[in-house]
């Protein structure tokens, strides 16, 4: 049974570009949320996706947006890249908008230059 | 959500039993405790909760205080591969997002 999965890996953007990062839930979750994780800090939360609409937003600009696809995966877009985006960037699933039992992927590491 | 306090790091030695403290004085009736931990380079990994009464799954212990102002995580018998930092939360069971702190960093040493 896979995990959480996540493309790609790593990212190099350069400032102003827009990236466009991915998430596949664990097998059986309907429920796709994003964080942000700077260096050195705890994650921080962007959006959850439910029923393929974005259900709570953290404290992120508009420049962050999402997507969630009939088969549950998600993406994550950033357009007008700051270099402040820089981050590990985390995709956690679950099944109903639980908080307990949310599998995290290894995320996707988003270098912006 | 009511905030918490941890260490910002421990040391334990392994094979012996790693008790993390977290302090949340001002939570709700209705606040849960979760623990998440993050190994290095890996995303989180869920724990366990607790709203009022100890709980115990396969990987650890929570002890909660009769007033619950703070827990215990309780990691039995401690291995090399418990290294990471722990996260307690609070959180109420409606709410749809995990707001981590700056967690306690936990060595386990040989």
């Known amino acids: 049974d896979a995990g959480v999965t996540q493309s790609p890996t790593h990212l190099i953007k350069t400032r102003g570009q827009q990236v466009t990062l991915r998430c596949s839930p664990k097998?059986?979750?309907?429920?796709v949320s994003w964080y942000q994780q700077a260096l050195g800090q705890g994650p921080q939360f962007i959006f959850q996706y439910y029923e393929e609409e974005e259900r709570q937003r953290g404290n992120f600009p508009d420049r962050f947006s999402g997507h969630q696809f009939p088969n549950y995966s998600s993406e994550l877009n950033v357009n007008a890249l700051l270099l402040g985006d820089s981050a590990l960037y985390l995709c956690?699933?679950?099944?109903?908008?639980?908080?307990?039992?949310?599998?995290f992927g290894p995320g996707t590491r988003l270098t912006v230059t | 959500d009511a905030k918490t306090t941890q260490p910002p790091s421990m040391d334990c030695a392994e094979g012996r039993a790693a008790n993390l403290p977290c302090n949340h004085s001002t939570i709700s009736g209705n606040e849960y405790v979760y623990w998440y931990r993050q190994i290095h380079s890996q995303g989180p990994q869920y724990i366990i909760h607790?709203?009022?009464n100890n709980e115990t799954n396969e990987m650890a212990s929570l002890i909660i205080t009769e007033d619950r102002k703070s827990s215990t995580l309780i990691l039995p018998h401690a291995t090399l591969r418990d290294t990471a930092v722990y996260y307690c939360?609070?959180?109420?069971?409606?709410?749809?997002?995990?707001?981590f702190g700056s967690g306690t960093q936990l060595t386990v040493l040989p």
């Open positions: 956690a699933s679950s099944y109903g908008q639980t908080l307990y039992e949310q599998y």
């Open positions: 607790g709203l009022k």
């Open positions: 097998s059986g979750h309907d429920t």
């Open positions: 939360i609070v959180s109420s069971g409606s709410a749809r997002q995990l707001t």
